[in-house]
């Protein structure tokens, strides 16, 4: 939010005439001394020196030695790989967060392919269901339906004022592990690090947020650690009354410029949110839209490799939720921009399976509204591997959030009348993948153009090394939000997320697909960020929603001139 040039813009209400408004009287002073050690945001562990010591009454609180921030890198880098229980890797790292941010970044950044799979999926999946056990010190902003009447408060008690992204869930489908209540509030703090550390928004611009509204895990309910509300999920009238409240206490708060992601929401409330705040709010579905955007990206470099264009090729999806829907509107919506042809004639190359089988036009009365347009004429199918023989697709989908569902016999079909399968099995976190790696390379015969939603290592098939690649949101999240940000967008366009798969396509290289990569390696992450921020804001230009005015000229220079570097500061 702008700040208060003049006085006008009050939106704490601090300072205006009327008195009937309640304030919270933060006060904000230099840390020194003890408090600075124990300031996260601000420590640098044995990296003051000699003058910062002398500075900030430091004297004495340190031992003697100087360490760098590389040297306390390859320390803790060092005592992470002495874990073998990735649980305690994830601990040892939110530890770390908690203790020194900046070390947490710069490791975050430097380890990526390393540390993802530790910070994200699959751990923070089992972090999310152990939660309760693991709590040491809260994480993000709880509100829950206590908090009723009162939420303009609770975003008030959060110490930071200027929020530019806000990720927030209420639980209920956590990955594909399901409702986990309170405890999904893993999710947005995994989220969100990953928006600092992939896509360089500044940590203190970000605010993880949880929405308990009760959960119906029988589990949890009985869990004397639980940390939510112990009652089943409130619904209807109750839970629109409190997501109400939410939305217009963030815009009242943070004003109109503060993005807010909805992460992990059950299908039957996160179309209808999307759908009903994307008009008044700047919001953004990361499992519909921003896996959406990702997956066509891979598409997009996968047709370099397959041949043709994204309308020679049939579509079979497994799972008609957010992420099935949501591919299959936005691959739809590509080919219709390049072809003209009308958007339900695209529409008809994609076919979804459900759990009652293949979606057709006989079943459509009794089809959820987000599954509708899917409903194709075709006789009834139960299954997914008479699905496959029937259609004959040459691209296979899995977003089904269920586990081992790309049987030998499905992908071996699809082995059979297609020379080079796209397979993509998305579910999270890699318990829940349709398939392995291997198995897709293996039982087609290494022809498989293979990607997953969780990391698989490479796979030696024949003496040959198959490096499958990770088909997340996490390479479009953080740079779409940072591409939001830099050009001060109110309103998140379809547009954006056809821009944000093209500049990720676009970083595909001969070399990556030499590797059999359709996606570029997570190494080089920032500088991609960079890259689909600035395409996505220049859309954003292009479409009147941005509201940084003038348009910067150089759009990647200017992206990457406001991203966040993790480098300790030096302190007078
Ligand atoms: O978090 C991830 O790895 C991808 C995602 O959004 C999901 O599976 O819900
Ligand atoms: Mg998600």
Redesign the pocket.
């Known amino acids: 939010m702008e700040m208060a040039g003049g006085g006008v813009e009050d939106a704490y209400g601090e300072d205006r005439a009327t008195e009937e408004q309640l304030v919270t009287p933060w006060s904000f002073s230099v840390a020194s001394g003890y408090t600075l050690l124990r300031d996260p945001r601000h420590n640098k562990g044995l990296a003051f020196s000699e003058a910062e010591r002398d500075a900030h009454y430091l004297r004495g609180l340190l031992p003697p030695a100087y360490a760098s921030q590389e040297l306390q890198e390859k320390k803790i880098m060092h005592n992470l790989r002495q874990y073998t229980v990735p649980l305690q890797r994830y601990i040892a790292m939110m530890d770390l967060q908690e203790r020194n941010e900046r070390l947490f970044y710069k490791l975050l950044i430097d380890n990526v392919e390393e540390l993802l799979p530790v910070v994200y999926t699959p751990t923070v999946g089992e972090a999310c269901q152990k939660y309760g056990s693991i709590y040491r010190r809260p994480q993000g902003l709880y509100i829950s339906l206590k908090d009723k009447g009162k939420i303009l408060e609770v975003l008030k008690n959060w110490p930071e004022r200027s929020i530019q992204v806000i990720v927030v869930t209420d639980g209920e489908r956590i ?1 594909g592990l399901g409702d986990l209540g309170c405890q999904g509030m893993g ?1 947005p703090v995994g ?1 969100l690090s990953l928006y600092t550390a992939l896509g360089g928004v500044r940590p203190s611009a970000c605010l993880p947020i949880t929405i308990d509204v009760g959960t119906n895990n029988e589990t949890l309910l009985n869990d004397e650690f639980y940390i939510g509300l112990k009652q089943r999920r409130a619904t209807g009238e109750e839970y629109h009354e409190l997501l109400e409240e939410f939305m217009t206490a963030v815009k009242q708060n943070y004003g109109e410029k503060v993005l807010i992601q909805f ?2 929401f059950a299908n039957h409330n996160a179309f209808d949110l999307l759908a009903k705040y994307s008009k008044s709010h700047l919001v953004f579905n ?2 519909i839209q ?2 959406a955007s990702v997956v066509l990206a891979g598409l997009l470099a996968a047709l370099k490799v397959v041949g043709g264009t994204l309308a020679d090729h049939t579509y079979l999806f497994l799972g008609a939720g957010e992420a099935g829907t949501g591919i299959a509107d936005l691959i739809a919506l590509e080919m219709s921009k390049h072809t003209e042809m009308p958007i339900d004639e695209c529409r008809k190359k994609i076919w979804l399976v459900d759990s009652k089988g293949l979606i057709v036009e006989s079943r459509k009365e009794s089809l959820q509204h987000f599954k509708k347009p899917w409903a194709h004429d075709h006789e009834p199918l139960k299954t997914l591997l008479e699905a496959v023989e029937s259609i004959k697709p040459t691209v296979l989908i899995g977003t089904s959030g269920v586990g081992r569902t790309f049987t030998k016999e499905v992908i071996e079909a699809m082995a059979s009348f297609n020379e080079k399968p796209v397979i993509f099995s998305l579910s ?1 976190p890699t318990s829940h993948s349709e398939c392995t790696a291997e198995e897709a390379y293996t039982w087609s015969q290494g022809r498989a153009v293979f990607a997953s939603g969780s990391p698989f290592d490479p796979v030696e098939y024949e003496g040959k090394v198959y490096v499958p690649g990770q088909s997340n ?1 996490a390479y479009i999240f953080p740079g779409f939000g940072l591409g939001v940000v830099i050009s001060g967008a109110i309103r998140v366009h379809d547009d954006m997320l056809l821009a944000a798969s093209e500049a990720l396509a676009e970083q595909v290289t001969e070399e990556h697909f030499g590797k059999g990569l359709i996606f570029p390696p997570f190494t080089n992450i920032r500088g991609i960020s960079a890259r689909i921020a600035a395409k996505v804001a220049a859309k954003a230009y292009e479409l009147g929603l941005a509201s940084r005015l003038p348009r910067p000229d150089d759009l990647v220079k200017y992206a990457e001139s406001c991203m966040y570097t993790p480098a300790y500061r030096s302190y007078r």
Do not use: A, Q
């Open positions: 990955l999710i989220k992460e992990d990361d499992d921003g896996t999270n949101n």
